[in-house]
């Protein structure tokens, strides 16, 4: 084994921990960067297998981190994008309110749009959905022009050429950290394969955040819990009924969008995502199972909170995972003519969501700070549009908190 300096190393190869090595390489040049993944290739989890979507900043309470890194964040993607030729597509989208109950809560999210500084939005009538997507039935609606699609690895592979195109810093795969020991005020960090001393230590491990968190030495009272999403491809028949977006109301109850509608950046129509807990992190089967995983959750407090809390949305859930004929019920709500044959099943994605001991969903960015060392430990929904905003943020934090010049 060799030992290899660093100023600042960076765990984690997704697109939170990629934008943040960006923009520190940017900010200060003069410092070197290591970042390291685990897996054989960047972008292998989150940041790959979400619906590819560049979200506006309509969902998201004002004044939140959210908020005011979505509107941001992917402005400066969609001009990254440009820049660096990386297809992408603004091709808009409509949320759809099938029943009167579900009004208020669309005036509500339009209304967040409008404090967020969401450009073009638009309350729209039955008549202008059916213009904008023939085969979809509502009530009431909202255009949303500024939504896009994008395929998020390739914009993840792109930062990881910028970062080590400056001052030898360096992407490392294949480099899974088992410990952390501290030497005075150096860190080393201790890979299955190598051994990397850092001055400064910044982790962005998404499904593994609060495990890599405690292995530093932060004690994080948040605990990761995986929600797996299954995606339904429409078939060439299907694809006919669906032009570009289209998304349901929300449910407020939950941090997530309900399932929808995506046309895919490469190439077809995707369906979904439900949402369904996991009982393997990183397990992209539906009989996936980890009992070191399991039994993590179970211990937690705030797992069993979480479940008296919602056991009716996770039960629904479960019916949508293994039953077609249930998921396309739930999609015939915005596609009444959708028919079994019009949709096949695909792939899955696994979220992270932190919870709270007290069972309840971190909402919004959680970073924790620790000796010279900080631990992203919630970067939820819209962390892959947000991604260059979010890195900012991350950079200037850092620089901040560890006096970086």
């Not at 100023?7 to 390489?25: C, F, M, N, P, T």
Request: aromatic fraction near 10%; charged fraction near 25%; charge should be positive.
């Amino acid at each position: 084994m060799s030992t290899n300096k660093y100023d600042i190393i960076i765990i984690g190869g997704g697109i939170v921990g990629l934008a943040s090595a960006l923009k520190l390489s940017i900010k200060i040049p003069s410092k070197s960067i290591l970042l390291l993944e685990k897996e054989k290739d960047i972008a292998l989890h989150q940041t790959a297998r979400n619906s590819g979507v560049i979200h506006s900043g309509i969902y998201y309470k004002p004044g939140t981190y959210k908020a005011k890194n979505c509107v941001a964040g992917r402005r400066e993607l969609v001009a990254f994008a440009k820049e660096h030729k990386i297809a992408h597509d603004i091709c808009g989208k409509i949320i759809v309110a099938t029943e009167q109950s579900e009004l208020a809560h669309m005036s509500k999210v339009f209304n967040n749009g409008v404090a967020n500084g969401v450009e073009g939005l638009e309350m729209i009538d039955a008549k202008k959905i059916k213009e904008i997507e023939p085969f979809c039935q509502g009530i009431s609606g909202i255009w949303v022009p500024c939504t896009g699609i994008i395929d998020y690895a390739e914009v993840a592979h792109k930062y990881s050429e910028l970062i080590q195109s400056k001052n030898n810093n360096k992407v490392l795969t294949g480099q899974e950290v088992i410990a952390f020991e501290k030497k005075g005020n150096v860190t080393e960090v201790i890979t299955k394969a190598n051994r990397y001393e850092a001055n400064y230590v910044i982790t962005c491990a998404g499904l593994q955040a609060d495990r890599i968190a405690k292995k530093e030495g932060q004690k994080s009272e948040a605990e990761i819990i995986g929600f797996r999403g299954d995606y339904f491809d429409l078939t060439e028949k299907g694809r006919s009924k669906v032009k570009n977006l289209i998304y349901p109301v929300p449910n407020p109850q939950f941090p997530f969008l309900g399932v929808h509608f995506t046309r895919m950046i490469k190439g077809g129509v995707e369906c979904g995502p439900n949402a369904v807990f996991v009982f393997k992190r990183e397990g992209y089967t539906k009989t996936a199972f980890s009992l070191k995983d399991t039994a993590e959750a179970f211990s937690f407090k705030g797992t069993w909170k979480f479940f008296a809390k919602h056991w009716r949305f996770g039960l629904d859930e479960y019916r949508g995972a293994f039953s077609k004929k249930y998921f396309l019920n739930r999609l015939r709500k915005l596609i009444p003519e959708l028919q079994m044959e019009d949709i096949v099943a695909a792939r899955c994605g696994i979220r992270a969501m932190a919870l709270a001991p007290q069972g309840d969903m971190l909402d919004d960015f959680k970073i924790e700070k620790n000796g010279n060392a900080m631990h992203v430990i919630n970067s939820p929904s819209p962390a892959a549009t947000a991604s260059l905003a979010y890195g900012n943020e991350i950079a200037e934090m850092a620089i901040e908190y560890f006096n970086l010049k």
